[in-house]
């Protein structure tokens, strides 16, 4: 059984950016990538919240529509849904907005991250709601190459 979740209701856009010389392009904007690098991490990270589990991996990202972009200086904030529980699998989707022209500078529709085992295969994640939580959070040693403290 899947659960749907509203789209844009219940972004909660946790991750703020200050867009520095190092994420320009040739034209002086925001490069892509750079955008591209910070959603990937931030689904990741909310993938390993929801799932519990610190071995989850970027299965898809979708249409990816720049509406706007961002300037050196300006402050970017990424928000972050779930959108489906899969049986393996997590559907989030995305948006990043400029605080300065308080404009969205793009929306990802799917992001789908899937939950691995210990073989490197997807298994079950057994999760059908969002947990608003740190109930789910991997133990310290569930984590990956991390030795006794
Ligand atoms: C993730 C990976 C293990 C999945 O393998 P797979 O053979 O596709 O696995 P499955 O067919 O069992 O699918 C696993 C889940 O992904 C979903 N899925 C597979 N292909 C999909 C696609 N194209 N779009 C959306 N979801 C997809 C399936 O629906 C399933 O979800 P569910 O269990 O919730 O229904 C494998 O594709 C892989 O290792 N990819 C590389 C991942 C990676 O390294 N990412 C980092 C970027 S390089």
Redesign the pocket.
């Known amino acids: 059984m899947r659960s749907q979740y509203a789209h844009a209701d219940g972004i909660n856009f946790s991750t703020r950016k200050w867009v520095r010389p190092e994420d320009m392009n040739a034209n002086g904007s925001l490069f892509g990538g750079s955008l591209l690098r910070w959603i990937d991490e931030e689904a990741a990270i909310y993938a390993i919240i929801q799932l519990g589990n610190p071995h989850v991996?970027?299965?898809?990202i979708s249409e990816i529509n720049f509406e706007a972009s961002a300037r050196e200086g300006d402050l970017i904030e990424m928000g972050l849904v779930a959108t489906e529980f899969?049986?393996?699998?997590l559907t989030m989707r995305a948006v990043v907005r400029n605080m300065i022209t308080r404009k969205t500078i793009l929306s990802i529709e799917r992001i789908?991250f899937?939950n691995?085992g210990p073989e490197g295969?997807?298994v079950p994640h057994g999760y059908t709601e969002i947990t608003y939580d740190r109930d789910r959070m991997p133990h310290a040693d569930e984590m990956p190459n991390r030795d006794e403290d």
């Open positions: 991996v970027t299965k898809l899969g049986r393996t699998s789908v899937v691995i295969v997807p």
